[in-house]
T-cell receptor, first 113, second 112 residues
Framework: EAQVTQNPRYLITVTGKKLTVTCSQN?????MSWYRQDPGLGLRQIYY???????DKGDVPEGYKVSRKEKRNFPLILESPSPNQTSLYFC????????????FGPGTRLTVT | KNEVEQSPQNLTAQEGEFITINCSYS?????LHWLQQHPGGGIVSLFM???GKKKHGRLIATINIQEKHSSLHITASHPRDSAVYIC??????????????FGKGTHLIIQP
């Protein structure tokens, strides 16, 4: 089954404790992206990747890192999480770019206390 | 800066009604996406439009590039259509470089 998976689905952590949210797709997609969704603000892009070893900042990259060492995986790293990073996070992929149909992961609800 | 405005923000209707959700944007785009977010939080892609009109089952999406406006219509609405509908645009300057800019969503409730 074609899908984007994210782990964990729910995470409660404390300020400053490094964490990684994994994202994996099995559709051989070139383009992968991370978004955060906040009440009243909607979805906003954090980082995206056009291909392996190619990543770029989206609208709200501060406090986040990403890597794309393999085509299927695109982890989101929070080196020192803060409470303002409490949010619902989505990973998405598409065949080539944001122009193409987007396939979203199930979301990760992160709470930073 | 590209802005995407959706209207209405909230819509409650009776089962069977014809539903229209609107999306306006401020810059030239290459594509517009309509997404559906289920009450459980998952997001699925409904349509990708670059011109004209698309239909899938009871859903119809239209776009007017000159007027920078798109509409999503639901015919014979059903309670299972209750969800948040999100419009997202891919600007001309893209190639992935700018990613998607999203509207804040329209929260639709269809009552039996």
């Amino acid at each position: 089954e074609a899908q984007v998976t994210q782990n964990p689905r729910y995470l409660i952590t404390v300020t400053g404790k490094k964490l990684t949210v994994t994202c994996s797709q099995n559709m051989n997609h070139e383009y992968m992206s991370w978004y955060r969704q906040d009440p009243g603000l909607g979805l906003r892009q954090i980082y995206y990747s056009m291909n392996v070893e190619v990543t770029d900042k989206g609208d709200v990259p501060e406090g986040y890192k990403v890597s794309r060492k393999e085509k299927r995986n695109f982890p989101l790293i929070l080196e020192s999480p803060s409470p303002n990073q409490t949010s619902l996070y989505f990973c998405a992929s598409s065949s080539a770019s944001a122009y193409n149909e987007q396939y979203f992961g199930p979301g990760t609800r992160l709470t930073v206390t | 800066k590209n802005e995407v405005e959706q209207s209405p923000q909230n819509l409650t209707a009776q089962e069977g009604e014809f539903i229209t959700i609107n999306c306006s944007y401020s810059v030239g785009i290459s594509a517009l996406h309509w997404l559906q977010q289920h009450p459980g939080g998952g997001i699925v892609s409904l349509f990708m439009l670059s011109s004209g009109k698309k239909k899938h089952g009871r859903l119809i999406a239209t776009i007017n590039i000159q007027e920078k406006h798109s509409s999503l219509h639901i015919t014979a609405s059903h309670p299972r259509d209750s969800a948040v509908y999100i419009c997202a645009v891919f600007p001309h300057s893209g190639g992935g470089a700018d990613g998607l800019t999203f509207g804040k969503g329209t929260h639709l409730i269809i009552q039996p």
